[in-house]
């Protein structure tokens, strides 16, 4: 008992090769070894304590028992007593230690290594062929040239240059990085790009690239739109990081960084003075002043309108045009020190038909001669200025515009981005609309060909079915612009080719699905939902059911015939299901469905599959590190089903989260294939209509997994992240829908795993 005592307490050496729970056990019996030294000296000095309030207080025999009380307690003299209080600690050691463990979640075969139900295959890199693309991308920024023939508009595929009058014609010039914002040279030789990594400077005339300028720091999240001053002498951007924020002025002509400023908040918008020497800047609802040539930064307003959004110099220098989260829209004269007119205010609202939003408070922009005002939200409004009367209000967008743009003349205004698929141009004199850049579509959700592959739906976040026909390389037909759709609409093809099933709200405000007749190019059927959205739906192989998965784990089916629910599924085993996706098999007998748990910490991924006759439970799987089952996919047989899940593994104190798709068979639930795993974290699977490959996304890459090959390769679209992916009917070739705004065609050839 030396060591308890005292002495050197037992360690074990570096150079032994001990297992976890040799490893768990030293280190306990080391602990315990500690805690008791350090309570004999604890107790030496109660003892002290005791002895010296013993000496100094009347009455010190009631103390001193209280002492040896306590001590035989906490030290007892025996060597048996000793031995029981250590197991005794060991005891509590050992109880904290496994409620450690539990409360992570850190089963006992994860410390002693991977595991793996089948071979994990590596991942290889491939190159597929783009056939085609949809789409223009979705707009970030449009801007006329400064000599107003010609409307720029910026997206993830570089600049579309487009006339600004009749014919209206447009080319597509690409860029070396996606084009977030623009801004032209005052003379229009130049046009400055802001992307992600920095600025590109490209001669607007020769269309060429001709310099960049680096952000001094890395990392960056987010910036606003670079900003050419009126001058011609400086370029400014600024740029977030982790909480930390940097606005920058670069010489336009030299490159070089001639400023930069550091901020307590967010930067959400620049505006530079006519003069093109002073920058309004907005940081934290405050209106900084920074002059360029002195460096120096001085407060406008301070707090006065705490909740700032945009701010906008009239093009004369008189006003600072601004606008707030709680829909203020006022004009600030400099030389009053004061609001000149307030346009919007919590009172006058309802005279919009554009509907408050406090996460929204809109695009401003000055026209050429600062005599009118606009302000994109909803719709376009049109204020003059001085007296701010209402002048003109421009369409209904459906949805928040990203960008605003007065032509040099002040005769057209140009509004185009967020949820809108389009680039519109107004007559501001009379409202007119004069013409539409269409094909700019925003946030891709979803694509599906129709059975015979003459069709490809695909729907957004615009609310629009669209139906493109490869032969004729044109949008044939359009579903929805008379209806509400769903946010995060998908669309499913009938097996006969004759129906389409979208994901929306019915006239009523209620979710539902709708099925849509292609050849009337109308509503046919309404699915009413009365528990929640629906997360998922798939057809009966032969079109006479339809089947609808809502988030709280019920699965309906509904006669597609009688148009009658007649049936509900929700033997989970347990009432904290969130349903992710369902899918019928090929034969129309079952139903299977991934789901994840909603109170369980961690959360646990189940896939089960059902009997659709008699609702009896087929399968009920949950593999070891499952935490979300997002997709599922039957073979195009049956006789298989993919299962595509958001993992996590545990080794000590490292979690580590990936994606992968498991095959099982649909009849035993035996474990067929694993593909290779992915750090990122979405999944969307897609069998080949010959059942020998799976393709599944993974954020912005594609990856592709050969059954008879057990090899799973990857290759990037390079435009931008997936949000569906689909096979050809014949096989041929892959395709995707990207959120930035485009589908593009690729393809497949199975000799590459060869």
Known sequence: ??????????????????????????????????????????????????????????????????????????????????????????????????????????????????????????????????IDHIG???????????????????????????????????????TNSPAISISFSPDGSRIAIGNSHGIEIWSFEKEQYIQSLDYPIENVLFTTPVKWSPDGKYIASDAQMLYHYEAWVWDADGGVLVSRHEFERGIDGMSWAPEGNRLAVNSGGKLFIWTVSTDEKTVLL??????????????????????????????WSLALEAPLVTLLDRSNQENSRAEPNPS????????????????????????????????????????????????????????AGGWMSDVRVWSVANGETLHTFEEHYSWLDDLSWSPDGTLLAFTGHDKIVRLWSPVRAEITATLGREYPSAVNAVVQWSPNGEYLAVQGIAKDNKPAIQI????????????????????????????????????????????????????????????????????????????????????????????????VENGDLL???????????????????????????????????????????????????????????????????????????IAYSAISYVLIYSLEDKVTSRFDSGEGNISGINWSPDGGQIDLSHYGGTISFWLFDENIFK
């Not at 009966?540 to 509904?558: L, R």
């Not at 039957?634 to 545990?650: N, Q, T, Y």
């Open 619 to 693: 399968l009920s799987l949950s593999p070891k590190n499952m935490r979300d089952a997002v997709e599922i996919a039957w073979s195009p047989d049956g006789s298989m089903i993919a299962l595509g899940s958001h993992e996590r593994k545990r080794k000590l104190f490292e979690i580590r989260g990936y994606s992968v798709v498991r095959i099982f068979s649909s009849k035993t639930g035996r474990l067929i294939h694993t593909t290779a795993e992915t750090s990122e974290m979405q999944i969307e699977i897609a069998w080949s209509p010959d059942g020998k490959f």
């Open 302 to 331: 301070d707090d006065t309108y705490p909740h700032i959004r945009n701010i906008s110099w009239s093009p004369d220098g008189r006003y600072i045009a601004l606008n707030t989260y709680d829909n203020t829209f006022l004009i």
């Open 136 to 174: 223009r991308c979705q707009v970030h920024q449009i801007e006329y040239s400064p000599d107003g023939s010609q409307l720029i508009v910026a997206t993830g595929m570089g600049l579309w240059i487009y006339s600004s009058s009749p014919p209206y014609e447009g080319r597509l010039v690409e």
């Open 1 to 130: 008992m030396s060591s308890y005592l005292g002495g050197n307490c037992p360690i074990f050496s570096s150079d032994v090769d001990l297992d976890i729970f040799q490893l768990a056990a030293a280190g306990m019996r080391w602990a315990t070894c500690y805690l008791a030294k350090s309570l004999n000296m604890l107790y030496t000095r109660f003892e002290k304590f005791c002895t010296n309030i013993q000496s100094n207080l009347a009455g010190g025999n009631k103390v001193q028992k209280i002492s040896h009380f306590v001590k035989a307690i906490l030290f007892p003299s025996s060597w048996v007593g000793k031995v029981i209080w250590v197991l005794v600690v060991d005891i509590i050691l050992l109880v904290i230690g496994i409620t450690i463990l539990v409360s992570v979640n850190l089963e006992m075969a994860d410390l002693l290594g991977p595991y793996s139900p089948s071979p994990i295959t590596e991942l290889n890199e491939i190159i597929l062929e783009k």
């Open 516 to 611: 849509w007749s292609v050849l009337q190019n109308r509503i046919v059927q309404t699915l009413p939902l009365e528990s929640s959205d629906a997360q998922a739906f798939s057809w009966s192989a032969d079109g006479s059911k339809f089947a609808v998965g809502t988030g709280d784990g019920e699965i309906w089916i509904w006669d597609f015939l009688t148009g009658e629910w007649i049936k509900k599924i929700d033997d989970w085993g347990r009432d904290d299901i969130i349903l992710r996706d369902i899918a019928w098999s090929p034969d129309g007998k079952s139903i299977a469905a991934g789901a994840t748990t909603r109170q369980h910490t961690p959360n646990v991924g189940i896939m089960r599959v059902w009997d």
């Open 360 to 415: 929204y408070a809109g695009i401003i922009g000055w026209s050429p001669d600062s005599s009118k005002i606009a302000l994109l939200n909803n719709e376009v409004r049109v204020w003059s200025i001085p007296d701010g009367d209402l002048m003109q209000t421009l369409g209904n967008l459906g949805g928040f515009g990203d960008s605003l743009s007065w032509s040099p003349d002040g005769t057209q205004l140009s509004a």
